[in-house]
């Protein structure tokens, strides 16, 4: 039996990175051996083991073979005669593909991943890396970590324009598994443009495929709004000025969102967290509702509909998140529109709450006379 540290674990460590967890392979051992040894099992098609102290993860050396579309249609084959080698060969790309010898420090690397780190360029390890189409998105996700330092090699590249189409058969529980890390790096948008240039390059939605691979329920890429992809993804606005709330996942979640057509289809599709989906949505209709429409409807109905988006976000319960989505809404739609007068709105609205003696009235009284104070302010700020 021998143990060897593998996977992103190595890469970091060789791209001088700190890493965020160690992963384990273990060649030449049973199940039996690993759970005598005090190992607790937890992989359920294959074994994978949580060490008795650490915590960490040691899977058994294994053999893949897939048996059909998607990330789970795989027969696993973890025998004690599977080689390092063999298991290394199952990887995605090649700078995941180098194994450590934990009692010599020697580096076990038969597909050159030293080699395209040095040179800063993301392979693939074999010809198996088509059998799984999540491995599109996480060479995105990869790519976007490195913060486009690397380069996608060309013949990865369209092996992954041909992989496309396949999307349809992941969930979306493991699609936004890989989104959800993208959105914690420091540039997010670059992963939705390495998606946005394989997904254009497919051909997949063209007309007369849409409906067949539109494959979040309204289109994962919001066809009714792909035009503006470049503009919205960029974090400076019309003045230059970097708009101060893409400080979160949860923030560029949404700036993705005006993109979709159909928000609440992509957010049931994916499984997204209430927290995205909340920010998403808020910021969604604000702009589609307001912004959108600003140089086009009266005064009267940007004052109706300031009012209603303003009391969606509730700014005197959580001043900083309304201006949060406030910014977030009128993010790069007009320099005719002072950002800074929207924050300087926003927080004299939440100012507007019941004195001592309008909490002595009934409900509905209160809630007119607030609501009076409140048109009156924006009105001051409409033009």
Known sequence: MKIYKVGGAVRDELLGLEPTDNDW???G???????SMGYKQVGKDFPVFLH???????????KERSTGPGHTAFNFSYSPNVTLEEDLSRRDITINAIAKDMTDGSFIDPYNGRDDIKNKIIKHVSESFIEDPLRIFRVARFY?????????????ESMMVDMFPDIIHLSGER?????????NYKNPQEYFYTLIRLCLR??????NLINK??????????WGHYDEYHMIYSEENFYGEKNPCLTSPEAWWSIFSFLVNDLDALNKRLRVPKRFQKMSSLSYGFRYNYFKKYKDISREDKIKILYESLERLKPSKNLQYAIDVGFLAAHNMSREYDMHSLERLITKYAEIIPSEDEKKLNGSEIEKILKEKKLRLIEEYTV
């Open 29 to 35: 051992s049973t199940p039996k051996q690993m759970l």
């Open 25 to 27: 392979v273990v060649v």
């Open 202 to 207: 497919s051909g997949v939605f063209s007309k």
């Open 52 to 62: 008795p102290e650490t915590k960490e993860e040691y899977a058994l050396a294994r």
């Open 213 to 222: 691979y539109s494959v979040f329920d309204g289109g994962f890429f919001g």
């Open 144 to 156: 976007t970590k490195f913060d486009s330092k690397f380069e996608i090699d060309r013949v990865l």
């Open 175 to 183: 699609i936004w598994k890989e989104t959800e890390k993208a959105l």
